[in-house]
């Protein structure tokens, strides 16, 4: 079955910087689209960032627009989101996410378990 495992969370100060690792296994998968969400406490899970199955195409939340990137490396099975001058308001569970087919338009079908990402002021 498709395990999606998230790594990298922790605590840091405002400005500081996180890299979330998620491996992915059980299918191939270079054949599907990754993407990473967030949930905040007492709030719904929001859309963070998505990346088609080659890694040429992203799209992310206006929130997070020049601050985050999310890459992937086929190779390793992995997605990344790389983190940069994070604030308190960045503070959640960041969840990964396996879509139904390559494109992200297809919905999400996995969900890693998530790892806590805690920024202080």
């Known amino acids: 079955q498709v395990q999606l495992v998230e790594s990298g969370g922790g605590s840091v100060q405002t400005g500081g910087s996180l890299r979330l690792s998620c491996v992915a296994s059980?299918?191939?998968?270079?054949?599907?689209?990754m993407g990473w969400y967030r949930q905040a406490p007492g709030k719904e899970r929001k859309f963070v960032a998505v990346?088609?199955?080659?890694?040429?195409?992203?799209y992310y939340a206006d929130s997070v627009k020049g601050q985050f990137t999310i890459s992937r490396d086929n190779v390793k099975n992995t997605v990344y989101l790389q983190m940069n001058n994070l604030k308190p308001e960045d503070t959640a569970i960041y969840y990964c996410a396996q879509f139904y087919s390559e494109t992200y338009y297809s919905g999400v079908q996995y969900w890693g378990q998530g790892t806590q990402v805690t920024v202080s002021s």
């Open positions: 990346i088609n199955k080659s890694g040429g195409d992203t």
């Open positions: 059980g299918r191939t998968f270079s054949s599907y689209a």
